[in-house]
């Protein structure tokens, strides 16, 4: 395995490790992202936000820059819960206050319009290496956005045997 995929499950046990300490447990009737859409900026960098997604956003919710080039959005709510997390990190690990400043510095308050739209803001578009066609993930309690070329680069990463990260998983007991 390469270091980037090393690097990666690093991140995941960590994350784990933390979601372990709270009590983020989806309940009946709690959000929930998942599948996987096909679409393309428009002309004015906007985007459609696929209708199955629209309603769990809500009306205001926050883009910013996500690990391995691609976008998180959350919905509010979901936001808070990540920032409440980020503010027990250490401030005086350098690490934490790198990792901090880069996922609140990219971060941005979006709104849906009456076509289903949202505007991807440059320096988001930038980050995630965006040109026209996308594809918007759901990802548990939040969305991904990938450029296409980055999300099948990222698909077929050499680095990356999904046999190999499940049994990785499985030391976390999942």
Known sequence: MGRNFDIYIEYVM????????????????????????????DPK???????????QLGEAFVM???????LFVYPMDEWRVVEEKLKTLPMTNKDARAFVRFFFAGA??????KQGRTLVPSNLKEHAIIDKDVVIIGVSTRIEIWSLEEWNK???????????????????GI
Not at 18 to 37: A, D, P
Not at 45 to 55: G, M, Q, V
Request: charge should be negative; hydrophobic fraction near 30%; charged fraction near 30%.
């Open 64 to 70: 910013t820059k996500g690990l391995d080039n691609c």
């Open 14 to 41: 960590k994350w784990y490790k933390v979601e372990q300490s709270g009590t983020n447990i989806l309940k009946r009737g709690e959000k929930m992202f998942i599948g996987e859409y096909n679409h393309s900026l």
């Open 108 to 113: 941005s308050e979006c709104e849906i319009d």
């Open 45 to 55: 960098n906007r985007l459609i936000i696929p209708a199955k997604f629209r309603d």
């Open 154 to 172: 990222f698909n077929n990463d050499a680095d990356i045997s999904y046999e190999d990260v499940a049994e990785r998983m499985s030391q976390l």
